[in-house]
């Protein structure tokens, strides 16, 4: 028996600037998880992955990260992911910094 599909966003990080991106259904990164692509199919998962990793001079160490769909877009279901969507833990800079001045 298979198991049921877990719907995914694919992840990387912005090769100049470090922080988490997301790829977009339009095929932009975005710094936020809820515009990210939920993708729920897993061979539609598997070639928006290949195309993530063919970006080699935008970003670094593309994955398939499992999430949900939530009121606003996607929202992560493992503690990582959920960890990553808030930036750098250390200060506020980066994404904390910017959200905090929206």
Do not use: C
């Not at 809820?34 to 593309?62: C, F, M, N, S, Y």
């Amino acid at each position: 028996m298979s198991r049921k599909y877990i719907p995914k966003v694919v992840t990387a990080n912005d090769l100049r600037l470090g922080d988490v991106v997301y790829l977009t259904a339009d095929d932009r990164w975005t710094r936020l998880h809820i515009e990210a692509e939920l993708i729920e199919d897993e061979e539609r998962a598997q070639l928006r992955l290949a195309h993530a990793a063919a970006q080699k001079t935008v970003i670094v160490g593309p994955y398939l990260a499992d999430a949900k769909l939530g009121p606003n877009g996607p929202e992560p279901i493992h503690f990582r992911e959920a960890f990553r969507t808030r930036g750098p833990s250390n200060y506020a800079h980066g994404k904390q910094a910017d959200l905090n001045n929206v």
